[in-house]
């Protein structure tokens, strides 16, 4: 390496939401030196972080001219201009997440193709064109429909679960996947640095908001058998090996009736899904994914008590400049942990902070979370 | 309150050194707008900060007009022009420790007195305006000479252990104190808020460098019996309260043969003993800190696990850009947490960082610390 760790590290994070915050308050231990590009001069990052660039994560130049500053670049965003961080990676620079791996999970289209020919056990799919060819499949409801690119925190997904859903279907390429009839949606975070280190966070359990399609609750550990964990951390495993990465990737699993574990989905960045490991484990998902891409050894996941994490989203029919309610009362909770990312601005279900709650006692545990969520809010 | 905790309030911090750096990593959270005000234009929180002032923390002025910005004003370090926050506390701002409570403590006469007055034990000693007057104590010996005013870091402190040590006396007022054969030094820090909630942390134990008179390790929990660590708690209550403090105090204890606690010092501010709480403990001193200055609910202070605190210290004969050995032995030790405070410069026994290591089990927490500290070396 041409850098060693501690002697001022010039990082480039493409992002600046909150990711690229927690991403920026674990690298002050390390002495890194962070730069951000992000088109909106109000991220949460922007007034945190001394060399913040405002341009494109689309723009090639934008890019360019951003991580040619810098030693190391990262994402704590897909959606980002990888021609650029291809040139970038040509010049020498560390690019990690790979351009390659990012490319390949920008598009879901692909990320499906991917799972399916290495053997990654996943939901029955079919790649389709455009409605007419979705409108052709009224034998493969009820399904999950996804655009193949620019989804994001629940948009650009639909369901389609009888005929008459099918005109409403995208009309643009996307992937038409079986509904899984689960009994647990689980993720599984692991990283894996450049010297080929692989290591796993414990499982844990997403419960999604049911309109806005958002992590609104998670309960780590898994509530899971151990045969089902355990098929879980393989995947996992073999999904970053299989993809060849380096850093950090969440793995968003389905954990049928059955006993079988199919990949959902996976995220090459830290991921709502990790949150509570600031607190609850040894290692955070952030210090994790900067050991990952620094070559560093990789940090201990083990989890220290069970957690629980709620998304603070912004209250619906609120929109405008935040105001916070119950901010006393949780504080007040010993083990609630509120991370606040910096947004002045409130809307509908848009992602303001989290709380987790960290207790040994596994139904307390429950207790506190509910409280937060009805106590906590956040109007305008 | 005029202001409501979430909503942008401005804090300011005079002091822009590691305990700033933690206490914005920490504040993060919370959405609060950090201002620094530091003499040192390369101090640790100058590229972490938005609003960074560079100017004198002893000048009326630089401290006035910097704090005229903020709606809550805090300490780092206790050598501050008080007369400038007084003139602040009177305009309306909170200043938090109050600014009579920083005159008392920086003064360790006067802050030797104010146990004796308040009944709180502490070793017995002799108030004295320069070295002749402590050349008339050779009786009182052994016996430690600390500086009324100005010390820092061990700095501003000798032994005189015997009749020829006295002609080396600092010739300035000080205060002598009966060299207690003590049996554990602790620490217990304590927070009170403006409501006047108070929560102790679990006392550690603090084991120094013996040339250098800093923290070099630390223990929590301390090896002390639980009717030591109760008396201990006692104390550190009992002084917040009787000093009618609100914020963060560490109370640096000597537990002796006999079983007494008697106090040495304190200090108004998040401190070296406190770093582990971090990692180990439910609420870190530093959230704890801005908890009580910010008068909302403080947080829980139980220990998740064992701790143990490293500090870093530039190696002896080494004075320049500081070069880092060992850092990948030490990040592959499971349990182990660095934190670098951004100090590109190293010189002898400066404090560069900390490590704090989690492990249940206690041996083999204190033969990972013993490894750190062998390993880890800062250089130039």
Chains 1, 2 share one sequence.
Do not use: W
């Amino acid at each position: 390496m041409a850098f060693s760790l501690f002697q001022g590290v010039k990082l480039g994070i493409l992002g600046g939401g909150q990711l690229g915050r927690m991403l920026i308050q674990s690298s002050l231990d390390f002495n890194l030196d962070i730069a951000i590009l992000d088109p909106d001069p109000q991220a949460p990052c922007a007034r945190i972080s001394s060399n913040f660039t405002n341009g494109s994560l689309k723009d090639y130049t934008d890019v360019y001219e951003f991580g040619k500053q810098c030693d190391v670049i990262t994402v704590e965003i897909e959606n980002v201009n990888t021609e650029a961080l291809r040139q970038l990676e040509l010049e020498g620079k560390k690019v990690f997440p790979q351009p390659r791996v990012i490319e390949l999970i920008q598009d879901k289209r692909v990320q499906k193709q991917f799972y399916q020919d290495n053997n990654i056990p996943t939901s029955p799919f079919i790649l389709t064109q455009d409605r007419n060819e979705v409108m052709r499949h009224a034998d493969f409801l009820p399904a999950v429909h996804k655009l193949g690119k620019e989804g994001y925190d629940g948009r650009g997904v639909q369901m389609l679960r009888q005929v008459e859903d099918l005109s409403k279907a995208f009309d643009k390429p996307g992937v038409l996947e079986k509904l899984i009839d689960f009994e647990t949606e689980i993720s599984v975070i692991v990283a894996r640095n450049e010297d080929g280190q692989v290591r796993t966070f414990p499982a844990v359990e997403l419960i999604y908001h049911p309109e806005a399609n958002l992590v609104e609750y998670l309960f780590a550990p898994a509530n899971i058998s151990e045969a089902v964990a355990k098929k879980a951390d393989d995947i996992a495993r073999d999904v970053i090996t299989k993809l060849d990465m380096v850093g950090l990737l969440a793995v968003e699993m389905f954990a049928t009736k059955s006993g079988d574990v199919l990949v959902n989905e996976v995220a090459p960045r830290p991921h709502n899904s990790g949150h509570q490991t600031i607190e609850a484990n040894q290692t955070s998902q952030y210090e994790q994914h900067l050991r990952a891409i620094l070559n560093t050894p990789l940090g201990s996941t083990e989890a220290l008590q069970p957690s629980a994490m709620v998304n603070l989203l912004g209250e619906e029919g609120f929109e405008g400049m935040a105001k916070y309610e119950g901010t006393d009362e949780v504080m007040a909770v010993d083990g609630a942990h509120v991370h606040l990312y910096g947004k002045s601005y409130t809307k509908p279900f848009r992602k303001m902070g989290h709380v987790t709650i960290v207790d040994a006692d596994l139904e307390r545990l429950k207790e506190k979370a509910t409280y937060i969520k009805n106590t906590l809010k956040i109007k305008a």
